[in-house]
């Protein structure tokens, strides 16, 4: 009778053990927590930059710049956004260095635009996918607006490059859809750059343009 | 209208004024959705859509606006929730048909079952029970159980006071109204029950649109860029009824060919069908069941 309750006992623990690792397997190999870390990290700070009201509007712009800059492969985004038009600005240095410096200004102000809202929120990481081990990882992450308390599901396609890990983009997930901001802004500019017959220049000129308007926005919102 | 809350439920979530939890990451294939959807979406009217589009926002800024900006001042939070909840419910026999034309047995089920709660417990559909129950709620409608069926999403449309869509779309919400039996609902023999539903479902949607929308504005180049590709990247989720899928996610390094090398400095390449230059967009338009191999299966959620 013994023999048989252990042995039953043995076999019930063995399944056991097998379902949890079955289970837990998976999941483990998926996750990449330094990429986790890395947004983390710098996603609070530009949160915190943009919720400390002690510093003024300029300190706070240049904290969230440091922040973003640090958290996110600007020059990387700004090459994939103009999509097969890329190859134009990577074939002329003084081309390129312009849209970088309009691309990277846009970015930071429809940033803060977005993100002014959520100011005073901390990010939550909830898990991560990795795609391509040790170089391409999706973090996903929640933050719950101060105002209405909802709560944002954010993901974080983040890269490794030559400075270590990098975000290259970020989407929100909203009843099952999901827009990632960077697709969204080369679907954008390729239409806008199709019209002009790929007119960089004129692309550089639009996209100076938001920026101002948003400044403007920023600044009359920080009054 | 109804298309265009569609459209912006994702710029939604950055205003922060509704937003859903939503399921884990999965892997489920999706296609390249952002570089392709600029792409993907087939617009050979886009001179007149683009006319459309202006005649729209004039309308918006002078009536539909200011007229949604009153309607949140004077209404608290919680009533503008319970009118949602109201609308939302009595939208529910054109789900339920979606549901079941698509063969969706289980969101059937959820979509009688929400509809039984709220009707009741929930005070005529004024309050939403029946999701604290874990009945989410999701959104069906003729599109697509077209797109479901394999249609095309056909040409792309924006329609003034109504917002972007396309053929097949467009088509699918005249067979939703002309379905939903409280479009053929008379009281003592006048029609003033489904006027006033047409006006306050607009109001309420425009209200509920006013943060995304005025995000778009401030932060886009081309505003009538960004809803079209947000009107494909939305219609794809939900047509999917899926969770947030990672696979086709783009290479961001991947080089990629200028193939317009001779427009640069010369004329377009193919005139346009609006006459109004550039080069065409892409004459065959995608079949959405093509564009997302996961259409028929996807998860329970919408």
Redesign the interface.
Known sequence: MTEVSVTRSVVLAALAGVAVLIAASPAAAARNEVAEQHVLTHANAALDALADRSASHSAREAAFRTSITQMADVPRIATFVLGRYGVRVRSDPALHALWLQAFEDYTLAVYQDQLNRYAGSQVRITGSLERVQGRDVVVRSEMTSPVSGRILTLQWRVLQGANGWRVTDVSFVADGNEIWFAQQQQSEFALQLDRTNGDINALISGVRARTADLRQRALASAR | MRTLILTS?????????????????T?DPLPQ???T???AVYDPFEGVNRRLYAVHDVLDRWILEPAARGYRFVTPRPVRGSVRNFLSNLNAPVVLANDLLQGQARRAGATVARFGVNSTVGVLGLFDPAQSMGLEP?TEDFGQTLAVWGVSEGPYLFVPLFGPTNLRDGFGNVVDAAFDPLSWTTFEGDDEFALTRGVIGGLAMREELLDPID?IR?????PY??F???NA??R???I????????G??D??A??????PA????E?LVPSTDGEG??A?PSTPIALNTLNPSIAGG?A??
């Open positions: 439920v994702v710029t939604i979530a950055w205003s922060g004024t509704a937003l859903a939890q939503s399921e884990s990451i892997a959705s952002a570089e959807s600029h792409q999701h995000s401030a932060t886009s180049i081309d860029a960004r079209r590709s947000l990247l939305n794809e989720g939900e999917r009824n899926g969770a947030a899928a990672t696979d996610l783009p961001f390094d080089p990629q060919e200028d193939d317009f427009a640069i400095d010369a377009p550039g080069p967009l998860a959620h919408d």
